[in-house]
Antibody, heavy 122, light 110 residues
Framework: QLQLQESGPGLVKPSETLSLICTVS??????????WAWIRQPPGKGLEWIGT???????YYKSSLKSRVTISADTSKNQFSLKLTSVTAADTAVYYC??????????????WGQGTTVTVPS | QSALTQPPSASGSAGQSVTISCTGT?????????VSWYQQYPGKAPKLMIF???KRPSGVPDRFSGSKSGNTASLTVSGLQAEDEADYYC??????????FGGGTKLTVL
């Protein structure tokens, strides 16, 4: 059974870089035609798609975050990561990693991590 | 890439039906049949309830159904049960391998 687990610092100082890792177990991130995504949810607010890395290594980002976001993969560790630079209090959120692709509709996230809370003090 | 528009809240009595709308544009919902709906309980990760407008993953009760007309998608929950009380989010493909979510709707079972 595929499982995703986010990890990383729970507190990041303003102007610094937020770095998170999603570790995938029970399946390979290199499996054909799967996408691996980062989504965040500020306290009391809705979900926001941040970006995605395709199994091939291609990356796609939300336009408003593109200048600050990098998503990469380490196939040897079966992990993918998120880096968000120049953070502010507005980046405080629960960060989720998730999978979508050929399993259940091309763009439907069928497996999610439990989420990790990142706080940027104001 | 503005968020899809959902009503902040919806409610219905146990046993009744409720429909939650999700309005986008001709560049997302209106152009693709890749609308998904997610259920989220407080402090938990979202769960996929509907994909590709009206398809249900295995294990999701058939009380949950989806539809789309033009730039608006809808989630209908029939025979409301107490356990259906949660937040619901729509999502759509928006072209160029980008995705967009709605602002969420809090469903209350009276």
């Amino acid at each position: 059974q595929l499982q995703l687990q986010e990890s990383g610092p729970g507190l990041v100082k303003p102007s610094e870089t937020l770095s998170l890792i999603c570790t995938v177990s029970g399946g390979s991130i290199s499996t054909d035609y799967y996408y691996w995504a980062w989504i965040r949810q500020p306290p009391g607010k809705g979900l926001e798609w941040i970006g995605t890395i395709f199994y091939s290594g291609n990356t796609y980002y939300k336009s408003s975050l593109k200048s600050r976001v990098t998503i990469s993969a380490d196939t040897s560790k079966n992990q993918f990561s998120l880096k968000l630079t120049s953070v502010t209090a507005a980046d405080t959120a629960v960060y989720y990693c998730a999978r979508y692709g050929r399993a259940l509709g091309k763009y439907a996230m069928d497996v999610w991590g439990q989420g990790t809370t990142v706080t940027v003090p104001s | 890439q503005s968020a899809l528009t959902q009503p902040p809240s919806a409610s219905g009595s146990a046993g009744q039906s409720v429909t939650i709308s999700c309005t986008g544009t001709s560049s997302d919902i209106g152009d693709y049949n890749y609308v998904s709906w997610y259920q989220q309980y407080p402090g938990k990760a979202p769960k996929l309830m509907i994909f590709e407008v009206n398809k249900r993953p295995s294990g999701v009760p058939d009380r949950f159904s989806g539809s789309k007309s033009g730039n608006t998608a809808s989630l209908t929950v029939s025979g409301l049960q107490a356990e259906d009380e949660a937040d619901y989010y729509c999502s759509s493909y928006a072209g160029s391998n980008t995705l967009i979510f709605g602002g969420g709707t809090k469903l209350t079972v009276l």
